[in-house]
């Protein structure tokens, strides 16, 4: 069945350093999907990626979707403490009926 | 906004209990899900729902039943509970098609002892 990978697992970093995370899916997604789950909190959407080469930007965050549609990757610029957390992304594949997951890649910030 | 209930916010159980957990959306969202979250794992889908009384598997539906007797209701059925199903469970909601968001309920850390 389909898999999607995301590294790193873990990653700290001092505030104002920049982070990335990446997705990678093993087989050609109809879309890529990015949740930020808060320490105790639920998983909240942030954003949809659904063209090939796709790069949308919400303030410091940018999300790129890959030309052959099974990567992406989320990049914050001058990291902050609110940015503490784990950051899934998920994809439909071209069936459209599931939605998979990545393991999730969990953000700690050095104040 | 919104809301996805879910009835328990922690709950511990006996193994070779049956454990019932309940999720409520106020949106009237077509589909309805349920994952388990492990760390390193992500979520994994167990069931979902895409409309009243039906039913799909999804990556990890063994030990585990649904029902959705209502639109608005899902709830999870642990026939005969285990040790390895102590996880956090969440459910989710939304509209038909897959261009839409999933909205989650706060989870339900269940301990089976």
């Known amino acids: 069945g389909q898999q999607v990978m995301q590294i790193p697992q873990y990653q700290h970093v001092q505030e104002g350093e920049d982070f990335t995370t990446y997705c990678n899916s093993s087989?050609?997604?109809?879309?890529i999907q990015w949740y930020k789950q808060r320490p105790g909190g639920h998983p909240v959407f942030l954003i949809q990626?659904?063209?090939?080469?796709e790069v949308k930007k919400q303030k410091r965050l940018t999300f790129q979707f890959g030309e052959a549609k099974k990567n992406s990757s989320l990049h914050i610029t001058a990291t902050q403490t609110t940015d503490v957390g784990t950051y899934f992304c998920?994809?439909?594949?071209?069936?459209?009926?599931?939605?998979?997951f990545g393991g999730g890649t969990r953000l700690m910030v050095k104040p | 906004d919104v809301k996805v209930t879910q009835s328990s916010r922690y709950l511990v159980k006996r193994t070779g209990e049956k454990v019932f957990l309940e999720c409520v959306q106020d949106?009237?969202?077509?589909?309805m899900f349920w994952y388990r979250q492990d760390p390193g794992l992500g979520l994994r889908l167990i069931y979902f729902?895409?409309?009243?009384?039906?039913?799909e598997k999804g990556d990890i539906p063994e030990g585990y039943s649904v029902s959705r007797e209502k639109k608005e209701r899902f709830s999870l059925i642990l026939e005969s509970a285990s040790t390895n199903q102590t996880s956090m469970y969440l459910c989710?909601?939304?509209?038909?098609?897959?261009?839409?968001?999933?909205?989650f309920g706060d989870g339900t850390r269940l301990s089976i002892l």
């Open positions: 087989t050609t997604l109809s879309n």
């Open positions: 990626l659904v063209k090939s080469g």
């Open positions: 998920a994809g439909h594949n071209n069936a459209g009926n599931m939605l998979t």
């Open positions: 989710a909601s939304s509209p038909t098609g897959w261009v839409w968001p999933q909205h």
């Open positions: 729902s895409y409309d009243v009384k039906m039913k």
């Open positions: 949106m009237d969202h077509e589909n």
